[in-house]
């Protein structure tokens, strides 16, 4: 696909990565960080930073697109499937589960739809660009969603709608705001539609 027909309305495109979150950067420690799975599952879990490491890892391209109005084309991430983790039998949804709150350090949250952060354009990511993140990029682990080119088929939302540094996974049952959601961002966020907020 051409650049342009990757461009969504109101973006512009940069070969650089803007650094933008709220909140300090946290710190981390290997042997006490952990990432928790819990609500709407048959069976909460508890992953360390090692079994992070050791889960099956793969690698997506993938074009950002931020609310802030830029965009940045076929970046390359590696990291976990969430649909992985729930097809592999680490995480069994409960029938009932239609959303996904992601829980990052400092209370940060987001939320998405189940079936959108079971598409292959989500990832839990350890690594960007053949390296481990850097800490202002959510070292050691962030949830990233984009567009895969010529994938129309699949839900393409703002960046933000990944969080850094992050430590939970809460399925719901119902649909629930995170941070920027509750301070009138859009709750779907739809890059094609241009829905950066409510007002």
């Known amino acids: 696909m051409k650049p342009e027909h990757r461009l969504p309305p109101g973006q512009f495109l940069t070969d650089q990565f803007p650094v933008l979150h709220y909140g300090p950067i946290p710190e981390f420690n290997p042997s006490t960080w952990d990432l928790r799975v819990w609500g709407a599952v048959e069976t909460p879990i508890t992953f360390t930073w090692d079994q992070i490491l050791d889960l099956p890892h793969t690698r997506v391209r993938l074009d950002l697109h931020c609310v802030t109005t830029w965009t940045k084309l076929d970046t390359e991430w590696e990291g976990i499937s969430l649909q992985t983790l ?10 009932e589960a239609r959303y996904l709150m992601q829980h990052a350090d400092h209370g940060y949250t987001t939320n998405l739809p189940l079936e959108v ?39 393409d939302v703002y960046l933000w709608k990944g969080a850094k540094w992050l430590r939970g996974l809460e399925l719901m049952t119902s649909d629930q705001l995170g941070f920027w959601e509750a301070n009138d961002y859009h709750n779907e966020g739809d890059v094609w539609k241009e829905q950066r907020t409510v007002r």
């Open 117 to 155: 952060a079971l598409q292959e354009n989500f990832l839990l990511a350890t690594h960007y660009d053949g390296q481990p993140l850097t800490p202002e990029h959510g070292y050691p682990l962030r949830a990233v969603i984009g567009a895969i080119p010529g994938k129309s088929e699949l839900k």
């Open 86 to 95: 729930v097809s592999g039998g680490w995480i069994t949804p409960k029938p």
